[in-house]
């Protein structure tokens, strides 16, 4: 009985696949006096990214583009390229067998 429970959970263990993936966005930074701006490529969202890196009072956040992106984000590994601008540079993650 004890081998068949490790059989069921070594089996259940198994059959379970992740992937790994987090969202990508290209903000824009708009001085509402000046109407200058900046584009900026970061996992954080317009309303994340301020508290994490430095805006201006007159500075508005907003995102003009948005994507997926496949596999981990650690290891000082560089975010993946906009799929729109060229889809041959991140292709799908393929299932594990």
């Known amino acids: 009985m004890k081998s068949l429970g490790s059989f069921i959970l070594i089996l259940f263990g198994l059959s379970v696949i992740t992937h790994a993936e987090y ?10 006096n000046t109407q200058d701006y ?17 805006v201006q009072k007159d500075e508005v956040v907003q995102y003009t583009d948005t994507w997926r992106c496949y596999g981990r984000t ?5 975010p993946c390229p906009n799929l729109k601008s060229n889809p041959a540079t ?8």
Do not use: C, E
């Open 90 to 97: 991140n292709p799908a993650p393929v299932a594990n067998p």
């Open 38 to 54: 900046r584009l900026v490529d970061s996992t954080l969202d317009p309303v994340q990214y301020p508290y994490y890196y430095p």
């Open 74 to 78: 650690g290891g000082g590994l560089p």
């Open 23 to 32: 969202r990508m966005f290209t903000l824009k930074i708009t001085n509402k």
